[in-house]
């Protein structure tokens, strides 16, 4: 009676422990892809200013809005032509090995409106409307938007 109670215990005592670090790791590997994405954001902004041919200002820190929106604000004034953002943020999002499922929304500054947007997804129809339309040089914000919450799902090539 006391070796059941006793085996009980331990099995018991196992699974709270097991839970418990299944807990601790899932947790850490959210944060890893947390950071990971902030890192991937600050890159597309880098190589938005370079393509720009700004060299010199800030990135500012990048703001996670929710667990699928992040927002990329510049420190200076910039213009884009749409065929380098597109390019730019696909490409640092596949070497970064984030969700290829997303919506970018270029955002005025002063009057919030969005400038250019566009969506790549992967089932779904893909939208890049006004390819090759550079535009004028102002204050942006863009904003890129997940389909969904990747932190605690597996990432690719991991």
């Known amino acids: 009676m006391k070796s059941r109670i006793l085996i009980t215990c331990t099995i018991i005592m196992t699974a709270v422990i097991s839970a418990g670090f299944l807990i601790s790791k899932n947790h850490e590997y959210a944060d890893y892809v947390e950071r990971r994405a902030m890192l991937v954001m600050r890159d597309i902004g880098h190589k938005i200013l370079l393509h720009a041919g700004d060299s010199t200002s800030r990135v500012l820190p990048i703001k996670k809005m929710s667990a699928t929106v992040f927002q990329l604000e510049f420190q200076s004034r910039f213009t884009f032509v749409p065929d380098t953002l597109v390019k730019v943020v696909h490409t ?17 500054c002063s009057t919030k409106e969005i400038i250019y947007g ?9 939208l890049v409307p006004c390819l090759g339309r550079q ?3 102002g204050c942006y914000v863009i904003q890129i938007v997940f389909f969904e919450d990747f932190s605690n799902a597996p990432v690719l090539g991991y």
Do not use: C, R
């Open 135 to 137: 535009q004028a040089k």
């Open 92 to 108: 640092s999002l596949t070497s970064g090995k984030l969700p290829l499922h997303y919506t970018v929304n270029v955002f005025d």
């Open 118 to 126: 566009y969506q790549i997804a992967e089932k779904a129809s893909t």
